[in-house]
């Protein structure tokens, strides 16, 4: 009786709703820089290249982010290997049949699709588990950094304290919803929904929160890479 | 009113990168500054943090919209002794994993608090000797070390193939890397000059935050060189190096000669065969790559080929050893922005983290390509007791030619 209303809103409504805040959300951010651009010089003149910029840009997003050559993964091992882990992680999540087929079902009557490679579900929990682990231990330095007057103390911000466990939250919900059907299949529904239910709360949260990196840092790579570029040095 | 010109120091491309850092804090793992001081306020991206309070208001729709600047300038006032803990040395860069220029950032950053009026009380006596005596050192006699030479130098040749570019650190503090640069650009019978009125090259500006006398003395720089008419203009200063190749560009001054760090001319002399050495150093050599000559300015081969031309060839490896961060992660030497300034104990920590780097790598010469490192350098190891001699490549590369002649 219930549930019928809930899921027809949680998979139907609310994601032309998130869909809504979400275009806002990043139509707000590239009103603000086309602003920002007509006031100011848009980057700095870099006359001259001595290496191939291709490289430069293919070095700034693969070579430099391994552990032989990140400067980050020298000084501090563990947390490069944490940060990498989950970013890896998350990224092949996405690639999961069940969200590939729900996004599918989405937009499927406006939009032909290919069949792509999906990844395999005894994959799919061990990712889970790695994106959560490794969540955890992220959200654990902060926590501890913040309490011991590190470092991150000084740099952190609310949004911190929200954007973490907000993801956290949506990789508990995602494994548990995976494992539903063999451990609480009665509950299912409800899993499945709560899950669905975080991920469109992180999606209409990722234009005003550091989750927008995961746009952002494409320029930033790219604009380090032309200026590792125009160096040439290594 | 001062405050309505703040934003336009930024980039769009740097509000892009303040609005993409995630507070990792990646970029206090590899600050040489935050190792040695271990203070919550040297951490890199403390200031990107200061540096979004401050113009928060600004860069939101309705600051756009809306003309007048909402500058927080209490929160500037607040940002000053931490924007000013950094050597500028943009490890942070290197070391931040989405490539975020950090150190653009607290020129920005500097720049903001320069015009406000806020800069450090150190700081403000070298403002007004800038001003005065157009180098940070408040001396008259640029032109000094000439007197100590054996032999005539070139001065405002017009036509000349090379302008020697002395910089103030080389022609003031450490005239022996001048004299070591003549004596090269001599020996190789190369039609040099250098000029009579040189300007500090505007490093030290950026360092301090004035922007507006940055591209003053760039300009003023670029004017005197291209009235006398030369191809290339060769620098033994890193700082001098990254100003004109990677600065001045960004400054929007132009020029129409080539620039060239004093190792890359050498290089060059010794592979075309212009230049001879003789003597082979004997000693284990380490090669400190000066941050605004290597990171920032992108040369890190050519010191090193010149230094395999002075040492016993047979026994390269032996002869020329590497300390473990190098090239683009090199370590600060500790001296830049005028950190030495405001806190010489800091820099002193900075420069022995590097010296015992150096001495563990089996080193007894450290080579720099820079006057402000070899003085760093030089001042640590002597107040340390370090058993290690510092030199900078001109002054070896010099020797080994003095070697050849006699």
């Known amino acids: 009786m219930f549930e019928e209303p809930m899921v027809v809103f949680i998979s139907t409504m609310l994601p032309l709703i998130t869909l809504f805040i979400f275009i ?6 590239f009103l603000k820089w086309f602003m920002i651009w007509k006031v100011l010089p848009a980057m700095g003149g870099l006359s001259s290249y001595r290496g191939s910029r291709l490289k430069g840009i293919f070095n700034s997003f693969v070579l430099d982010h391994l552990p032989s050559h990140s400067l980050a993964a020298r000084r501090d091992m563990a947390f490069y290997v944490i940060g990498v882990g989950m970013h890896i992680a998350f990224i092949t999540l996405l690639l999961t049949k069940a969200h590939i087929d729900s996004i599918l079902a989405l937009i499927k009557q406006y939009v032909a699709i290919p069949t792509i490679l999906y990844v395999s579900k ?8 790695i994106f959560i682990s490794c969540l955890t231990l992220m959200l654990a330095r902060r926590l501890y950094q913040y309490a011991a007057n590190k470092s991150l103390r000084v740099i952190s911000s609310i949004g911190d304290f929200i954007a973490v466990p907000l993801l956290l939250v949506t990789g508990v919900t995602g494994l ?25 709360v ?18 930033v790579m790219t604009l380090s890479g032309l200026r590792k570029a125009a160096l040439g040095g290594d | 009113m001062v405050a309505e010109n703040f934003l336009k120091e930024l980039k769009t491309s740097q509000i892009v990168e303040l609005e993409t850092c995630v507070r990792c804090g990646a970029c206090s793992e590899v600050c040489p500054v935050y190792e040695q001081d271990k203070s919550i306020i040297s951490v890199p991206a403390l200031k990107l943090q200061e540096l979004r309070k401050i113009i928060g208001k600004d860069v939101s729709i309705l600051g756009l919209i809306s003309s007048a600047s909402k500058v927080n300038l209490k929160e500037l006032r607040k940002a000053s002794e931490a924007a000013y803990l950094c050597t500028l040395c943009g490890r942070c860069w290197i070391g931040c994993i989405l490539g975020i220029r ?13 015009k406000a009026g806020y800069i450090p009380e150190p700081l403000k006596n070298i403002d007004k000797t800038l001003m005065k005596y157009k180098n940070p050192y408040g001396s008259n006699g640029r032109l000094g070390w000439l007197k100590k030479l054996d032999f005539q130098i070139p001065v405002n040749v017009k036509g000349s193939n090379i302008l020697y570019f002395v910089g103030c650190t080389s022609a003031i503090r450490d005239p022996s890397i001048a004299e070591s640069t003549a004596y090269i650009l001599r020996s190789v019978g190369e039609s040099w000059t250098i000029m009579d009125n040189e300007w500090c090259c505007g490093s030290a500006w950026i360092a301090l935050g004035n922007m507006d006398a940055a591209r003053n003395f760039a300009e003023r720089n670029v004017k005197e060189i291209e009235s006398l008419n030369v191809k290339k203009v060769v620098v033994s200063c890193a700082e001098c190096y990254r100003m004109f190749k ?3 560009p960004e400054l929007n001054v132009d020029y129409g000669f080539e620039v060239l760090h004093i190792s890359e001319l050498i290089n060059k002399y010794l592979n075309e065969g212009k230049l001879k050495t003789g003597k082979r150093v004997i000693e284990r050599i380490t090669y400190h790559d000066p941050c605004s000559l290597s990171r920032l ?8 080929n010149v230094l395999r031309q002075i040492i016993p060839r047979e026994a390269e490896f032996h002869y020329l050893v590497e300390m473990p961060e190098n090239r683009m992660n090199t370590y600060c030497c500790g001296g830049g922005a005028f950190l030495e300034f405001i806190h010489p104990e800091l820099t002193l920590k900075i420069a022995e983290h590097r010296l015992n780097q150096a001495s563990k790598a089996g080193a007894e010469i450290l080579v720099s390509a820079c006057p402000i490192c070899k003085i760093v350098f030089t001042d640590a190891a002597n107040k340390l007791n370090k058993n290690i001699k510092v030199y900078d490549i001109t002054e070896l ?8 002649q006699n």
């Open chain 2, 297 to 304: 300015g992108g040369i890190v081969n050519e010191p090193r």
């Open chain 1, 202 to 219: 992180f999606i209409m949260y990722t234009p005003f929160s550091k989750f927008f990196h995961g746009i952002t840092s494409i320029i």
């Open chain 1, 24 to 29: 806002y959300g990043v139509a707000l951010r």
């Open chain 2, 246 to 248: 990677w600065e001045y």
């Open chain 2, 397 to 404: 590369v010099a020797k080994s030619i003095a070697s050849s």
């Open chain 2, 102 to 114: 950090n150190r653009e950032l607290r020129e920005v950053l500097r720049s903001m608090i320069y």
């Open chain 1, 122 to 129: 005894p994959f799919t929990h061990i990712l889970s588990i």
């Open chain 1, 176 to 200: 548990i919803a995976a494992l539903s059907s063999q451990l609480f299949p009665d509950y299912r529904l409800y899993i499945i929904a709560s899950h669905m239910v975080v991920v469109q």
